[in-house]
């Protein structure tokens, strides 16, 4: 068996079979799709250390005045509103708009602005800091499992989604 890994933020046509799974992070809706949630992880402000150093943190109340902020570009995400971890961020001066949550945690954690980022990614990173520990997103951030249902039973897809399914418990 050959698996091809596609990373991407364009969402590929199952029905179409660009792709025989998926993974996404916003859940369809298509009645002939096989749909699974993996995961979901509270979402918080987090800033680099180095960032607070130089900038503070930012009080609440204040829609992020005097701080520079990232967030994704609109369309990106249906999860994202006009707050950040329900802070408005009206105050903020808006440094980059990104279209992926790698890069905005790229960008988090050189130093360059606050941003929204979920849980789990920003644990493995000693860098990022929890600007408010007691505030998050209303939404979670989540992972689906998508696939076409009549691939559902095919040997070689399930070996794939078995891997997929197994890697997110841990």
Do not use: C, N
């Not at 607070?52 to 990232?70: F, M």
């Not at 249906?78 to 949550?101: C, I």
Request: hydrophobic share 45%; no cysteine.
């Amino acid at each position: 068996m050959r698996v091809i890994l596609t990373t991407t933020t364009r969402l590929l046509d199952l029905g179409r079979r660009e792709a025989d799974v998926a993974v996404r992070t916003v859940r369809p809706e298509q009645p002939d799709l096989i749909v699974r949630r993996l995961a979901h992880w509270p979402v918080g402000l987090y800033a680099a250390q180095r960032y607070l150093d130089l900038r503070g943190k930012p009080e609440p109340g204040s829609a992020l005045v005097g701080h520079d902020i990232a967030f994704y570009q609109q369309g990106v995400t249906a999860r994202q509103d006009d707050t950040l971890a329900g802070e408005p961020r009206s105050g903020g001066r808006v440094v980059a708009e990104l279209d992926s949550s790698l890069m905005l945690a790229t960008f988090v954690r050189a130093g360059l602005a606050l941003g929204e980022l979920p849980e789990y990614m920003a644990q493995r990173d000693a860098s990022l800091v929890r600007v408010w520990p007691d505030r998050q997103r209303a939404t979670p951030y989540e992972a689906w499992l998508v696939l076409h249902r009549d691939l559902a039973h095919t040997a070689r897809v399930r070996v794939v989604v078995d891997a997929i399914v197994a890697a997110f418990a841990e």
